[in-house]
T-cell receptor, first 114, second 117 residues
Framework: EAQVTQNPRYLITVTGKKLTVTCSQN?????MSWYRQDPGLGLRQIYY???????DKGDVPEGYKVSRKEKRNFPLILESPSPNQTSLYFC?????????????FGPGTRLTVL | AQSVTQLGSHVSVSEGALVLLRCNYS??????LFWYVQYPNQGLQLLLK??????LVKGINGFEAEFKKSETSFHLTKPSAHMSDAAEYFC???????????????FGTGTLLAVQP
């Protein structure tokens, strides 16, 4: 089944404790992206990747890191989480590096930083 | 810069009534527009998309949207609401750079649809 998976789905952590949210897709997509969803703000892009070893900042990259060592995986790293990073996070992928392709979204990771 | 505005953060309709969710876009060039639905505790699912072909776009679950350039709108409609349509709906536009459309989506703030029995 074609899908985007994220782990963990739920996470409660404390300020400053490094964490990684994994994202994996099995559709051989070139483009992958991370968004955060906050009430009243919709979804905002954090980072994206056009292909392996090619990543770039989105609209709200502060406090986040990413890597793209393999085509299928695009982990989101929070080196020192803070309470303002409490949010719902979505990973997405699409077939090509650019163009208005349909994006396929993962199920989301709800992160709480105390 | 591309942007979308969704009017009404909450919309409530009766089962069987018309659903109308509003979306207006701002774009300096012909946009690519999307509607996504998010059911409780789930990810986003594409309902439909407009990519400069037919202005009336039909999507899944009986939804459709009409691209109106003169009104810069892309409103989502469904003739008869069903209880299972209760969800949050997001309008989005593809961002653009010097190379044309990108895969980055600019989302509206969402509209929560409630369907009353």
């Amino acid at each position: 089944e074609a899908q985007v998976t994220q782990n963990p789905r739920y996470l409660i952590t404390v300020t400053g404790k490094k964490l990684t949210v994994t994202c994996s897709q099995n559709m051989n997509h070139e483009y992958m992206s991370w968004y955060r969803q906050d009430p009243g703000l919709g979804l905002r892009q954090i980072y994206y990747s056009m292909n392996v070893e090619v990543t770039d900042k989105g609209d709200v990259p502060e406090g986040y890191k990413v890597s793209r060592k393999e085509k299928r995986n695009f982990p989101l790293i929070l080196e020192s989480p803070s309470p303002n990073q409490t949010s719902l996070y979505f990973c997405a992928s699409s077939p090509r590096g650019r163009g208005p392709d349909t994006q396929y979204f993962g199920p989301g990771t709800r992160l709480t930083v105390l | 810069a591309q942007s979308v505005t969704q009017l009404g953060s909450h919309v409530s309709v009766s089962e069987g009534a018309l659903v109308l969710l509003r979306c207006n876009y701002s774009s300096s060039v012909p946009p690519y527009l999307f509607w996504y639905v998010q059911y409780p505790n789930q990810g986003l699912q594409l309902l439909l998309k407009y990519t400069s072909a037919a202005t009336l776009v039909k999507g899944i679950n009986g939804f459709e949207a009409e691209f109106k350039k003169s009104e810069t709108s892309f409103h989502l409609t469904k003739p008869s609401a069903h209880m299972s349509d209760a969800a949050e709906y997001f309008c989005a536009v593809s961002d653009r750079d010097y190379g044309g459309a990108t895969n980055k989506l600019i989302f509206g703030t969402g509209t929560l649809l409630a369907v009353q029995p």
